[in-house]
């Protein structure tokens, strides 16, 4: 069903999909053959950067260890099926396991690209509709979902999360992460080399707050060491100095905030002489870098994995916007901004005024809470290797390789052993799927359409830039909309030849419906599109720059972007409160109950014993 395009030989532009920076490349083609990979220098977003791993599109492309024919298990080793026999053994398999045992016997796992990949995110909740399963696991428990839990208590969705509008600040404050290597992640910046040197050639000042001298951190102007693991202590500790100091400053928040009195309360228990120890950080220069950053015309506080993947992760990222807030930089030029997503997002679409979804329910063992429909991958080995109602029995893996990302992978490679059946949809043979029954082997990336739907949501600056697939896929090669929609019909009991058109046309029925009060007028807007391009027009004409199908005329459409290969500039980041809320209230809780009740968990740490050993590992901290 996705549209598959064959390029003449020659040269047309892809958007990298290999991380957050998306950047811009020119890919050289000879038959179906990629022979270079170049970036391109007249993308809107990237501006001709591009970093080793995109420029390696060929080299992947052409993998030989990449898996191009489903596998099935056959004793101790594995057999080249037909698509046909995989989708078969699935179905002998999986059915009957979820009418023995419930939905909840069948776990996902989905891996960190799904997050980048435009088919598995449009037709892969069709499988989770149909699975019914609360037992969603993903990569986000391991990396980023500190920083979601904070923005949806504080702002209503996870999703809505505030970037530095680091191409106009004067002051960018960093910490945990080692932007020169990683090009941002929750931001999405490609060039942040060259971004950075901007900021330093207009008087502007980077500081980074790091227990190790990375790249980043030794091209600052100034490396502030940290203890690992004591961030929050230092945040907290800024916040009462700028209380101390009657340095608050709300500007463009002012009215919109909720909490603050509590806040500058809970601060007044951290002063820098309380916390100098437990972070390694002298008192007077706690102050400094806390007056520095209340004091600068245009400042941003900016934190990555360092702080998510620790003991206060959550107050860390907490506490980042709490001072993006209070030194009068949330919403404002060269602060903190919220993109505005071409596609749109939970901070486009209507609120409802039910804040952000959290808690609905626990994991079965240790009694974790959901967050955004997910359990925290910690808890998938002992929902698999603890028996008992409700145990997994299966699992559908995506992408990643959780048996060594996830925590105590040790265990969790074991406890895969242990199951009754698992599928992956992944082109590789790793530690995690060699465990599974049955493997379909994704496409190569040039046969896919790109577009960021994700990513989008933290641009540094927003724009619209879509790639068609570039290749046709090869003969018995599956696109992902075609795996999902297959799998959902195993799951749901209709068995694995199910009408892939109506499927789609289903799933595009429901699409516009949800994006325009006349879905027969958007539906003929979009004809005679199929699959996933039908879908993102939909959402593009439906998106805050959109077409509204037709009622718009020069509002954005995939027409439009096919129109300009090279992307479509948005522009600079522009102040979206309070339009981009989701709270109840329609405010930004400052102070949500859930945090704030975790301070004291902090104020403990003050009186305890430091360990004598701090292990920094990947940047990721152990005591």
Aim: proline share 8%; hydrophobic share 45%.
């Amino acid at each position: 069903m996705t549209a598959s395009r064959t390029a003449p030989s020659g040269t047309a532009t892809r958007i990298c999909p290999l991380c957050e920076a998306c950047c811009g490349l020119d890919v050289t083609v000879d038959g179906e053959r990629i022979t270079a990979v170049r970036p391109n220098p007249r993308d809107v977003f990237s501006h001709g950067y591009a970093c080793p791993k995109g420029l390696a599109l060929a080299s992947l492309d052409a993998d030989p260890d990449r898996l191009r024919t489903p596998l099935v298990r056959d004793g101790g080793g594995w057999r080249e099926v037909s698509w046909h026999d995989a989708f078969a053994a699935v179905d002998r398999a999986l059915p009957p396991l979820l009418a023995a045992h419930g939905s909840n016997a069948c776990a996902v796992y989905l891996g960190n690209p799904y997050g980048h990949n435009l088919d598995l995110q449009l037709y892969g909740p069709a499988l989770l509709s149909a699975l019914r399963t609360r037992n969603l696991f993903s990569a986000a428990s391991v990396d980023s979902m500190p920083k979601h839990l904070a923005t949806g208590l504080m702002f209503g969705t996870g999703f809505g999360i505030a970037v530095p509008d680091i191409d106009r600040t004067d002051h960018l404050l960093v910490l945990g992460s080692n932007l020169l290597v990683s090009n941002g992640s929750t931001m999405s910046a490609p060039g942040l080399p060259h971004r950075l040197r901007a900021l330093r050639r207009r008087g502007g000042r980077l500081v980074v707050v790091d227990p190790v001298r990375t790249r980043t951190a030794a091209a600052a102007d100034e490396h502030i060491p940290i203890r690992p693991g004591a961030d929050a202590y230092l945040l907290l500790a800024m916040v009462a100095v700028i209380a101390e100091d009657d340095l608050v400053r709300l500007r463009a928040v002012d009215g919109l905030v909720d909490g603050l009195d509590t806040v500058l309360e809970l601060a007044a228990g951290f002063p820098p002489e309380a916390v100098a120890d437990r972070c390694d950080i002298p008192a007077d220069v706690i102050r400094r870098l806390a007056r520095d950053l209340a004091r600068a015309e245009r400042a941003a506080v900016h934190a990555r994995i360092g702080t998510t993947t620790q003991e206060f992760g959550t107050l860390c990222s907490w506490l980042v916007d709490v001072l993006n807030v209070v030194t009068g930089n949330l919403d404002r030029e060269g602060g903190a901004m919220f993109a505005l997503p071409p596609a749109g997002s939970a901070t486009t679409r209507p609120a409802t005024g039910a804040g952000w979804p959290h808690g609905r329910w626990t994991s079965r063992v240790r009694k974790a809470p959901e967050l955004q429909g997910e359990l925290p991958l910690a808890c998938l080995a002992e929902e698999i290797d603890t028996g008992g109602e409700g145990r997994v029995r299966a699992l559908i893996t995506f992408g990643g390789n959780p048996a060594r990302s996830a925590p105590n992978s040790t265990r969790l490679e074991q406890a895969l052993g242990r199951l009754d059946f698992m599928v992956s949809v992944d082109s590789y043979l790793n530690e995690t799927t060699r465990h599974a029954d049955v493997i379909l082997p994704a496409p190569r990336l040039a046969t896919r359409g790109h577009f960021d739907l994700v990513i989008n949501q933290t641009a540094v600056r927003n724009a619209a830039r879509y790639s068609p697939p570039l290749l046709a896929r090869a003969p018995g090669e599956l696109g992902e909309d075609e795996i999902m929609l297959r799998l959902a019909s195993i799951a749901a009991g209709t068995g694995p030849r199910p009408d892939l058109r109506a499927a789609d046309d289903a799933l595009a029925h429901r699409a516009a419906r949800r994006a325009s009060a006349d879905p027969v007028i958007a539906l003929a807007a979009v004809a005679p599109r199929t699959g996933a391009e039908r879908l993102l027009d939909i959402a593009l004409r439906a998106g805050p720059y959109g077409d509204r199908f037709g009622d718009e005329p020069d509002g954005l459409t995939l027409d439009r972007l096919l129109a300009a290969p090279d992307g479509i500039d948005l522009g600079p980041l522009r102040p979206r409160l309070p339009g981009a809320l989701r709270t109840p209230t329609g405010r930004i809780d400052l102070a949500p109950s859930l945090i704030v009740t975790d301070v004291e968990r902090l104020r403990a740490g003050l009186s305890a014993p430091r360990p004598d050993l701090v292990l920094v590992v990947a940047g990721r901290c152990a005591a």
